[in-house]
């Protein structure tokens, strides 16, 4: 609804054309006293044609979500806007944060970038999967307490999933090659290669 439409509203002082800010110089969100004010007003010529337009008015701005835009309601609307063409690639990095920069740096590994490094890389992903569990158990039963997590992409799907991640020499990460079946081959020739 606009002010223009209703010719009771047309003799009421409103700046920039809107009832938003009546009262107001210059607009802003109003104190509690010009809003006490107001409302006192209104109390005062209750029943009076144009203050019952005004209150009208005053409702209706209040109820609709598409009406005057605010400095806070356009604050968020853009951060809502920013963050719907913020790249998916980003919006997972930024939910991980230092890890995921401890990650790049190598001080932090996933079990998958530890598989790679001991040729454990043609692991169907079903066991390495599995053998990312039984080291959270290892490090969980070592340490008392969640291994960390990062946001990651799949390397065969391209989806973002929350894995774990440990210290590059982990007692944990040795721990699960030794207590999962499918990953002992790796153990031993790991040790076949240090002889």
């Known amino acids: 609804m606009d002010a223009v439409d209703n010719p ?4 009421v002082y409103m700046p920039n054309g809107s ?9 802003g969100p109003a104190s509690d006293k010009q809003k006490n004010y107001l409302r006192a007003l209104l109390r005062q010529h209750a ?32 951060s809502l806007y920013a963050a719907a063409a913020t790249p998916k690639a980003l919006a997972y990095r930024t939910l991980s944060g230092l890890v995921a920069a401890a990650v790049e740096a190598g001080k932090l590994i996933r079990t998958g970038d530890f598989l790679q490094r001991i ?15 039984h080291v959270a158990k290892a490090y969980r039963k070592a340490t008392g307490r969640e291994p960390l997590r990062v ?32 990953t002992r081959h790796l153990l031993a020739s790991n040790f076949a290669e240090a002889a």
């Open 8 to 11: 009771l509203l047309t003799k």
């Open 19 to 27: 009832l938003q800010h009546f009262g107001f110089f210059g607009g």
């Open 47 to 78: 029943g009076d044609p144009t203050t019952e337009a005004i209150r009208t008015y005053m409702n209706e701005l209040r109820e609709n979500p598409e009406g005057p835009v605010t400095a806070a309601t356009r604050t968020r609307r853009n």
């Open 119 to 133: 040729g454990g890389s043609d692991l169907p992903d079903g066991v390495q999967s599995w053998f990312g569990r």
């Open 151 to 182: 946001w990651a992409q799949h390397r065969t799907t391209g989806k973002f999933i929350h894995v774990m991640v440990y210290g590059p020499i982990d007692d944990a990460l040795y721990a699960g090659l030794r207590s999962y079946k499918a």
